[in-house]
């Protein structure tokens, strides 16, 4: 079973930044894709950038231009830059990576890690 483990939530106040990584744990699989999700209270969990083992980007129109992600493949960890933060931005934040086992394309989520951004 493939784990990750993610760093870096915490409390912020609005216009500050944080920088979220989260580490795959060593696998016999492929590891592709990578990247993050966010829910907050009361609302679906929502996509919020993803980057593929090459660096293609793909962002949230409400993230553009303040959070960036990027990857170490070395390192098998994925980060998101966080700046300009905003009260919105509070919520979980989760890291998922896919796996390609040879046969099919295998998902796993990290634990969450809380964001939060006081006004």
């Known amino acids: 079973q493939e784990q990750l483990v993610e760093s870096g939530g915490g409390l912020v106040q609005a216009g500050e930044s944080l920088r979220l990584s989260c580490a795959a744990s060593?696998?016999?699989?492929?590891?592709?894709?990578m990247g993050w999700y966010r829910q907050a209270p009361g609302k679906q969990r929502e996509f919020v950038a993803s980057?593929?083992?090459?660096?293609?980007?793909k962002s949230a129109d409400s993230v553009k231009g303040r959070f960036t992600i990027s990857r170490d493949n070395a390192k098998r960890t994925v980060y998101l830059q966080m700046d300009v933060l905003r009260p919105e931005d509070t919520a979980a934040y989760y890291c998922?990576?896919?796996?390609?086992?040879?046969?099919?394309?295998?998902?796993?989520w990290g634990q969450g890690t809380q964001v939060t951004v006081s006004s």
């Open positions: 060593e696998s016999t699989f492929r590891l592709n894709g």
């Open positions: 998922y990576a896919e796996y390609w086992t040879g046969a099919a394309i295998s998902v796993f």
């Open positions: 980057i593929s083992r090459s660096g293609n980007i």
